[in-house]
């Protein structure tokens, strides 16, 4: 496996931007790592998002994904996001445009990952998790699948439950969504994109989605749930004792990639 960690200039951000990436490689002596490298061709890829308090490094500082991805022969492109949500903020950078646009297309004009339909997924983690289905629901042209794990899917109230945490949340907030901080019918709500899937004659992505019952988004993940189910999307949904942390989204990373690409 190749690990590149990436430095490029973004339009979308004007500045500087970083992404690690992982690339399968032909290393049959590799000791302890199987790997489903080949010479020549290009790699499927999934695009994994990470979390409100993290950056891009954090897949590869807290799970296996690396030698999870070896073993099915699987790029993975971990770009920074930033505490985001993945939008286009209000008083701030374009991260929207920059994760959902300009990473994939520039990883496909760096390294060799398939730009083909059945051969791109996209997951993520908290904050992660909402970017993720936002991305293949939001271009469900682009995506096979997604995963959620411990997903915000709920964004329309998330802001809303935290607003008075504290006044610095307050103000980050704002500059997010804008005073208001409007998301339910916009191009950001989850719950319009699933409805606006289900609805069109175009490709359906398939979704994962996991969430423990004592992770405080539980509530949240269970609406979206119901709400995927109620317009007859592939949704697939796990859930076990598991909070918000990173023993539970291990696991899910590895059973989604076994889940999406196979075993």
């Not at 799970?63 to 008083?91: K, L």
């Not at 539980?218 to 942390?245: C, P, W």
């Amino acid at each position: 496996m190749a690990f590149i960690d990436c430095h490029f200039f973004s339009d979308a951000l004007g500045l500087s931007a970083s992404m690690y990436v992982v690339i399968p490689q032909p290393a049959a002596g590799q000791i302890g790592m199987a790997s489903r490298g080949r010479r020549g061709g290009r790699y499927p890829v999934l695009y994994l998002l990470h979390g409100l308090s993290d950056d891009h490094t954090i897949w590869l500082r807290r799970t296996s994904i690396e030698r999870y991805a070896s073993e099915r022969g699987i790029a993975v492109v971990m770009p920074a996001g930033g505490r985001s949500f993945y939008q286009d903020m209000a008083s701030g950078p374009r991260f929207w445009t920059h994760i959902s646009e300009e990473v994939p297309r520039l990883a496909q004009s760096f390294f060799p990952l398939s730009d083909r339909r059945k051969d791109t997924f996209v997951a993520g983690l908290s904050m992660g998790g909402y970017g993720a289905f936002r991305m293949a629901l939001a271009h469900p042209d682009r995506f096979a699948a997604a995963g959620s794990f411990s997903g915000a899917v709920d964004l329309a109230r998330y802001p809303k439950k935290v607003r008075d945490e504290s006044p610095e949340w307050r103000r980050e907030r704002e500059a997010i969504f804008g005073r208001g901080g409007k998301v339910a019918g916009t191009p950001s709500d989850l719950f319009a994109l699933a409805q606006g899937v289900a609805r069109s004659r175009g490709p359906k992505p398939r979704l994962f989605q996991y969430c423990g019952t004592e992770d405080f988004l539980y509530q949240d993940n269970l609406r979206f749930r119901d709400h995927a189910q109620r317009l007859k999307l592939d949704l697939t949904y796990r859930e076990d004792g598991g909070n918000h942390s990173w023993q539970y989204w291990d696991e899910q990373i590895l059973a989604f990639l076994k889940w999406a690409v196979g075993k």
